[in-house]
């Protein structure tokens, strides 16, 4: 819990809400949310297909239900875009790809060039990084994202750039100052 409010403070982003105030964006986490299957059926009881790597653990792609402390920005994409993010989520789920803390923990400080070295199958990576990755290699999200360094993305990055609070599930945040499961 510490280091989430550690990742998410040292990483905060400000926007301004709709009363015109500022406001500090602390997210430690993301994954990308499916709410239903390659065949269009819809998984039961409010749940969805999460997408991500928590600290310590393998990449996953497994069945989840949301707090409601979770913030969610929905994605509108083509159905083919969809079924192209849902097969690579699944395929780089089987691959065994473990947790990089050393990369995640020392991103916002270490050169670029030392980052990009990390390759997934030797070093791992962490939940932003492979998010940014997905939605660039699928063309999801725009110029600012297709154009963003992956392995300097964090999830206030993600927030930003894929329309925070203005967009109202494709993506889903937690926020950094609360205990996550995923």
Request: aromatic fraction near 10%; glycine fraction near 4%; include cysteine.
């Amino acid at each position: 819990m510490l280091i989430n409010r550690l990742v998410a403070s040292a990483t905060a982003k400000t926007e301004i809400v709709d009363t015109g105030e500022e406001k500090a964006v602390r997210f430690s986490h993301v994954e990308v949310s499916f709410p239903c299957d390659e065949h269009d059926n819809f998984f039961e009881n409010n749940k969805t297909m999460g997408f991500s790597i928590v600290q310590n653990g393998s990449v996953h792609f497994r069945l989840k239900s949301w707090r409601d402390e979770y913030v969610a920005i929905r994605i509108y994409i083509d159905a083919i875009i969809y079924d192209k993010l849902y097969k690579t989520c699944a395929l780089l789920a089987l691959q065994n790809i473990k947790f990089d803390r050393f990369a995640m923990y020392a991103a916002v400080l270490l050169p670029v060039d030392v980052l990009r070295r990390r390759t997934r199958m030797q070093h791992g990576t962490y939940c932003s990084k492979i998010i940014t990755e997905v939605l660039q290699e699928c063309e999801i999200g725009g110029p600012l994202l297709a154009t963003a360094v992956a392995c300097q993305s964090t999830p206030n990055m993600l927030y930003m750039f894929l329309g925070g609070h203005k967009s109202a599930p494709v993506a889903r945040h937690p926020p950094g100052d609360r205990v996550s499961d995923a």
